[in-house]
């Protein structure tokens, strides 16, 4: 099978940094995915990483290290629109697994 | 562009009810899926559709729960009858043919609460 971690919460200050680290167990996977979902609203796709390494878009980066079989998300100038739940997911065999999600709080 | 849509917004009935649920995905997107998702939980797959064909509904309860899409656009989830441990959002999500699978669109989801 197939499982995600990720913590339930994490705070933050405004104008920070703040990394969300997903680890994993599963056997074979075409890429990590992230997902941004404010309460009430519909997840929304962020970042990928089909490969090791470091993807940036923004003030959003996400890294893939298989070896390890861990990942993370870094949000950097943290907003307080960045409030919200953040899923890792896993892209295999032609579907996304999610994790539970990690709900960023962040302090002004 | 339209994203995807979805109605009702939000649903109350009664256990035992049967209840249903529309979506209709972004244009152009062949593939169509339905999620299930609890509070403080990440979304759980009930089913794909590529086109027309459910090609993934080992997660759908079939015993109460069936969908359909049946011109390959707009689906219909429903639950008859439904059960106090229905109450969750249901969420649909579309992606484009060819496009790899990282990027799924969601809706804004419906909000059932059975009683």
């Known amino acids: 099978g197939q499982s995600l971690e990720q913590p339930s919460e994490v705070t933050a200050v405004e104008g920070a940094i703040v990394q969300i680290n997903c680890t994993y167990q599963?056997?074979?996977?075409?890429?990590l995915s992230w997902y941004q979902q404010h309460d009430g609203g519909a997840p929304t796709f962020l970042s990928y990483?089909?490969?090791?390494g470091l993807e940036e878009t923004g003030r959003f980066s996400s890294f893939l290290s298989r070896s390890d079989s861990y990942g993370y998300l870094l949000l950097q100038e943290l907003q307080m629109k960045d409030s919200a739940s953040y899923f890792c997911a896993l892209n295999r065999d032609d579907k996304i697994i999610f994790g539970k999600g990690t709900r960023l709080h962040i302090l002004p | 562009e339209a994203g995807v849509v979805q109605s009702p917004r939000y649903k109350i009935i009664e256990k035992k009810q049967p209840v249903a649920f529309w979506c209709n995905p972004i244009?152009?997107?062949?593939?169509l899926y339905w999620y299930r998702q609890n509070l403080g939980q990440g979304p759980e797959l009930l089913i794909r559709?590529?086109?027309?064909?459910?090609?993934?509904d080992s997660q759908l309860p079939k015993d109460r729960f069936s969908a359909e899409r049946l011109k390959g656009v707009d689906s219909t989830l429903k639950i008859q009858p439904a059960e106090l441990g229905d109450s969750a959002v249901y969420l649909c999500a579309s992606s484009f043919p060819g496009q790899t699978q990282e990027t799924q669109y969601f809706g804004p989801g419906t909000r059932l609460l059975v009683l």
């Open positions: 559709y590529e086109n027309e064909e459910a090609v993934d």
């Open positions: 599963t056997s074979g996977f075409y890429g």
């Open positions: 244009s152009g997107h062949n593939t």
């Open positions: 990483n089909a490969l090791d």
